[in-house]
């Protein structure tokens, strides 16, 4: 099984743009899914976007003009860039991997494994 360390979280200056990183070890990142995930406080789980195994994208509607997921297989790590933050964008962000495509997903056991969560405040 994948798993997941996440980095880049903190404080984020609104109108910036916040940068998260997940690095898989254990299994190649060719074999999975990633997305990523957040929640913001009190709030749901809110599916963010996804990148296939061949680099297709996929975001959440809403966000698709702020979202941009890559991946860099060489360093079997994938990235989450998120522009033109407000303090909405406060959450914690997750990242996660499985082997379906299912657009919109949040639960927890339709992914095979999840980051351990990066804390992202905005400050306005």
């Known amino acids: 099984q994948v798993q997941l360390v996440e980095s880049g979280g903190g404080l984020v200056q609104a109108g910036g743009s916040l940068r998260l990183s997940c690095v898989a070890s254990?299994?190649?990142?060719?074999?999975?899914?990633m997305g990523w995930i957040r929640q913001p406080p009190g709030k749901e789980l809110e599916w963010m976007g996804v990148?296939?195994?061949?680099?297709?994208?996929y975001y959440s509607p809403h966000l698709k003009i702020r979202t941009s997921i890559a991946k860099d297989t060489s360093k079997n790590q994938f990235t989450l860039q998120l522009v033109s933050v407000t303090p909405e964008d406060t959450a914690v962000y997750y990242c996660?991997?499985?082997?379906?495509?299912?657009?919109?997903?949040?639960?927890?056991?339709?992914?095979?494994?999840w980051g351990q969560g990066m804390q992202v405040t905005v400050s306005s």
């Open positions: 996660a991997a499985s082997k379906k495509l299912i657009l919109g997903a949040t639960a927890k056991d339709l992914y095979d494994s």
């Open positions: 254990g299994r190649t990142l060719s074999a999975y899914i």
């Open positions: 990148i296939s195994y061949s680099g297709s994208t």
